[in-house]
Each structure stands twice: as C-alpha cells, then as structure tokens.
C-alpha cells in the first residue's frame, strides 16, 4: 500500500523568506504525485502535480516542486513567502497502476504560518 | 470556485440519526470521489463513483453509503451516527476518474457534528 510522509506538521517561515514543505513517499512503483492547499473553512485547491516528464513541476501561486525518484521525495518549495501563503498544506499520491480509479492517499498535512 | 457544490454546508445532529449529504460534480464530470477529514484519521478517501457506477472503495463504514445518480449527482448517506463521525466531509469531481490526466477538484466540504 501506498503511504505518504509529511514531515512537520507546521512550519514558520518570515515573509519574504523561502517555504519548503517536505513530502516523502513510499510506494514500488513511483505515483502521481500532488500537492493540494487548503485555506481556512475552505476545500483543497490543487497547486501542482507531476505524473511524467520534467521532475520540476511549476504550479500556481509561484510553488513549485521537485520529483526525486532516488530519494523518493516530492518536496514543496517557493522562495519568498507571502502572508497570504497561511494555509494547510497536503502531499497526495495515486497509484499509477489503477487505471480508472485512482484515489487519493493524503499526508498528515503540514500548517503554513507567516511571520510578518 | 471549483465548480463543485456541497449542501448543506453545515449539519449538526444527534447520535443514532441517519444524515445525506449531496454533492454536484463539475459539469461534465463523470468521476465523484468522496473524503472524511478528521482532526484523528486526517484526509481519508471513502469511494469513489464514475457514471453512475461503483469504482472504488476505502476506508468507509459499513453504516455510511452513497450512490451517484443519473444526473450524476451524489449523495452519501450516514447512519446510526456516533460522535467520532464529526468530520468535514469533501467532494471532488473529475472527467474520467484518472488522476495521472484529470485534476480532482473539490468542493466546499459538509462539516457534521455529531453530539
């Protein structure tokens, strides 16, 4: 079974000053790979995904992340914070292999503050 | 806005009661997938729906049920509710159900308390 790591479950950055939220997987075959935010009182609103090609994905908001299959990692990164970045933030996987129906397994999440 | 909608938004009952929430899809959307988040267990997929059929199934009740209409809209169904069912409940819809080509999106949630 596919199972997602998260490490810190929140994380204090200063505006203006570089995010890095950290996501490992574990998993045979290397999924689909998301990470998703979420505002307070709000859904999950996709950032980014990388299910093939370039292992630098670029999303929106100015994240991006990076996919290193040795490492098996998929961590988030923006290099300078905004206030407006406070928000939760989810690493999801799906299996590649289940064509059709492929579910979401999510981390613990990870709470973004921003230090003014 | 994602394009999803939930109702209702929020839900407070008792122990022992039966709820529906509903869900619609984006339109066009074929795929309904539905999710509990919960301060313990965090963000669970629960099943998922595509045209009308059953496509998947994870860590649901045996008391909680749901199903996708023609319309393709979706409802889940709770029953003989216990305080640790107090949980926002998300929606999320895609075309085909492949998320390696489609992006899930997701609605507002349903937050139910249970007392």
């Known amino acids: 079974a596919q199972s997602v790591t998260q490490l810190g479950s929140h994380v204090s950055v200063s505006e203006g000053a570089l995010v890095l939220l950290r996501c490992n997987y574990s998993?045979?075959?290397?999924?689909?790979l998301f990470w998703y935010v979420q505002y307070p009182n709000q859904g999950l609103q996709l950032l980014l995904k990388y299910t093939t090609g370039a292992t630098l994905v670029k999303g929106i908001n100015g994240f991006e992340a990076e996919f290193k299959k040795s490492e098996t990692s998929f961590h988030l990164t923006k290099p300078s914070a905004h206030m407006s970045d406070a928000a939760e933030y989810f690493c999801a996987v799906s299996d590649r292999r289940n064509f059709g129906n492929e579910k979401l397994t999510f981390g613990t999440g990870t709470r973004l503050t921003i230090i003014p | 806005d994602s394009g999803v909608t939930q109702t209702p938004k929020h839900l407070i009952t008792a122990t022992g009661q039966r709820v529906t929430l509903r869900c619609s899809p984006r339109?066009?959307?074929?795929?309904v997938y539905w999710y509990q988040q919960s301060l313990d267990q965090g963000l669970q997929f629960l099943i998922q729906y595509y045209n009308g059929e059953e496509r998947a199934k994870g860590n649901i009740l045996e008391r909680f049920s749901a199903q996708q209409f023609p319309d393709l809209h979706s409802e889940l169904n709770l029953s003989s509710l216990e305080l640790g069912d107090s949980a926002l409940y998300f929606c999320?819809?895609?075309?085909?159900?492949?998320?390696?080509?489609?992006?899930?999106?997701f609605g507002p949630g349903t937050r139910l308390t249970v007392l």
């Open positions: 998993s045979s075959v290397p999924p689909y």
């Open positions: 339109s066009g959307d074929l795929s």
């Open positions: 999320a819809s895609s075309p085909r159900g492949t998320s390696g080509i489609d992006t899930q999106y």
